[in-house]
């Protein structure tokens, strides 16, 4: 039998790295796109109402996929609860742009830049490897640029944004792990489910007539809803699933950080929002950084 050569396969080793690291870039490109989605339906329905419609389509549809899987009780109840991570972080985060700004809300939340591989650290019981620092903070300045910087105030809105960044880090570490042992579309599906059973109770306690919006909203309105479902949920977590058991969680974490340029890429390509040149420039930085991390080792 011919052996295949070492430097071949450290090759596709290396190419599968660039694929997977695509993928969860990929997966941020379609979340920057459905944020502006969201904004545009918000005429129509409050956004935990989008949020919650959009998860119980996407848990819905995929629940054949995991129940023929059979999975163990114990991997289902781990995967909803990461489901349940991703549905409070998106509802303190919309309960924290009440009493402070987007940008701001935005920029506390990317924290999970730097939680991230404290908590792997803190789980495996060792220092963090050195260039996480100087690329998370490279990352971080970024999404300063980004933001256009802002003058911080520690309302209750920055108290809520500091909750999701914990709650998204540990959809973030949870994700990679049990993306090693459960089907990437199988996971996507429970974490819908996971994320609309949470977001339940507060969909209950809208008025009445919020509902009756889904039925006047006509075909544009159900055409955003439907795309959130099916391409900003189904497909965006397959890719961050796919994605993330193939590189290390930090990288993944630096790659989420890409979600707030893809989002003023869409704004201005579809609702003419400005990007400015130190917004490109904080885009740019993220890039750097992501490259930077590309090199580290897998955690």
């Keep these: 039998m011919q052996l295949r050569p070492m430097h071949d396969e450290s090759k596709a080793t290396q190419t599968l790295h660039w694929v997977a690291l695509l993928s969860v870039i990929l997966a941020t490109t379609i979340w ?22 959009r998860f119980v389509i996407a848990g819905l549809a995929l629940i054949p996929l995991w129940m023929k899987k059979q999975l163990p009780p114990q991997k289902i109840g781990a995967s909803l ?41 803190l789980l495996n019981h060792h220092a963090p490897a050195w260039p996480i620092w100087p ?6 300045l970024g999404l300063w640029f980004l933001q256009g910087g802002m003058n911080f105030h520690l309302a209750v809105g920055s108290w809520l944004s500091v909750a999701a960044a914990f709650g998204f880090t540990g959809q973030i570490i949870g994700t990679a792990r049990l993306s090693r042992d459960i089907p990437a579309m199988s996971l996507a599906g429970l974490q819908s489910l996971g994320a609309a059973i949470v977001l339940t109770p507060f ?97």
């Design 32 to 53: 920057g796109y459905s944020n502006v989605l969201i904004r545009q339906s918000e005429f129509a329905l409050p956004p935990s109402f989008i949020l919650w419609i």
């Design 81 to 121: 609860g990461l489901g349940a991570l991703i549905g409070f972080g998106v509802l303190l985060q919309a309960w924290g742009m009440q009493t402070v700004s987007v940008d701001q809300v935005s920029f506390i939340t990317a924290l999970y830049v730097i939680l991230t591989p404290i908590g792997i650290g």
């Design 203 to 299: 969909v209950l306690l809208q008025p009445t007539h919020e509902v009756q919006q889904l039925v006047i909203g006509g075909a544009v309105l159900w055409g955003r809803l439907l795309f959130l479902a099916c391409a900003g949920t189904i497909l965006a977590f397959w890719l961050q699933i796919w994605g993330q058991a193939r590189i290390n969680t930090t990288q993944a974490a630096l790659a989420f950080n890409l979600e707030p340029a893809w989002t003023a890429v869409f704004s201005w390509m579809v609702i003419d929002q400005r990007l400015s040149a130190i917004g490109i420039a904080g885009a740019l930085l993220i890039l750097l950084s992501l490259g930077w991390m590309s090199r580290v080792g897998e955690d």
């Design 135 to 140: 690329a998370a903070a490279l990352s971080l």
